[in-house]
């Protein structure tokens, strides 16, 4: 089983609309996640971080996380064209090393 | 300003040929880490190091070589003995566990380099 896993998609969503993006990781004892967002061809970017269930809202981005369920998604409201990436969900248990899912292609169709 | 450097942007080599990638941080962090990512995969870890003159294997260290004798540099050799090299090589930096949790657990980024192979 992998530590991390993401629809590859890709996603399409109309420009304005809401994107939705998910992500489930297996370790329970997972303690901070992140969600970045990679252009093609440059490094991943990271726009949000969470730790505690709940949701957290950043501008257009809000990361939600359900410890129980092993669950964290990202919405994007209103979405951009800009907004045309692959999102990377990211997990941490409090150690030195990071776990990245494969990814989410998203495309915002003006 | 502060970052993450890597250079260069884009690297050739020939097979059998020794080449080193450089990652410079100015952020003051501790740990920094090496990553490759091949095509519709993750990100895949090779290499990490927590503290100056100390490094661990990750997931895929066979084939590159690492060091870290200043806090703010973390290169990496990628050997002959690598099969399969042609890769987006990605380096990254954490403030470390001398900060505070959580923000100390962030992962940074530098712009990447891009090797292949012939």
């Known amino acids: 089983q992998k530590e991390v896993e993401q629809n590859s998609g890709p996603l399409s969503v109309p420009e304005g609309a809401i994107a939705s993006l998910n992500c489930t990781y297996s370790d329970r004892v997972s303690q901070s996640f992140f969600w970045y967002r990679q252009y093609s061809g440059k490094s991943p970017e990271l726009i949000m971080s969470i730790y505690s269930n709940g949701d957290k809202e950043d501008g257009r981005f809000t990361a939600q996380l359900n410890k129980a369920s092993q669950y964290v998604s990202l919405l994007i409201r209103d979405s951009q064209p800009s907004d045309s990436a692959t999102y990377l969900c990211?997990?941490?248990?409090?150690?030195?090393?990071?776990?990245f899912g494969t990814g989410t292609s998203l495309t915002v169709i003006p | 300003d502060g970052g993450i450097t890597q250079s260069p942007k884009y690297l050739f080599r020939k097979e059998g040929q020794n080449v080193t990638l450089s990652c410079e941080q100015n952020l003051n962090h501790d740990a920094m880490y090496w990553y490759r990512q091949d095509p519709g995969q993750g990100l895949r870890l090779i290499y990490y190091s927590q503290i100056v003159n100390d490094f661990q294997k990750g997931d895929i260290a066979e084939g590159y070589s690492v060091s870290r004798e200043k806090k703010e540099s973390f290169p990496l050799t990628v050997t002959s003995a690598q099969k399969n090299p042609t890769a987006f090589y990605l380096c990254?930096?954490?403030?470390?566990?001398?900060?505070?949790?959580?923000?100390?657990?962030?992962?940074?980024f530098g712009p990447g380099t891009r090797l292949t192979v012939t």
């Open positions: 990211a997990v941490n248990r409090r150690g030195n090393q990071f776990y």
């Open positions: 990254a930096s954490t403030p470390g566990y001398g900060s505070s949790w959580p923000a100390g657990y962030e992962q940074y």
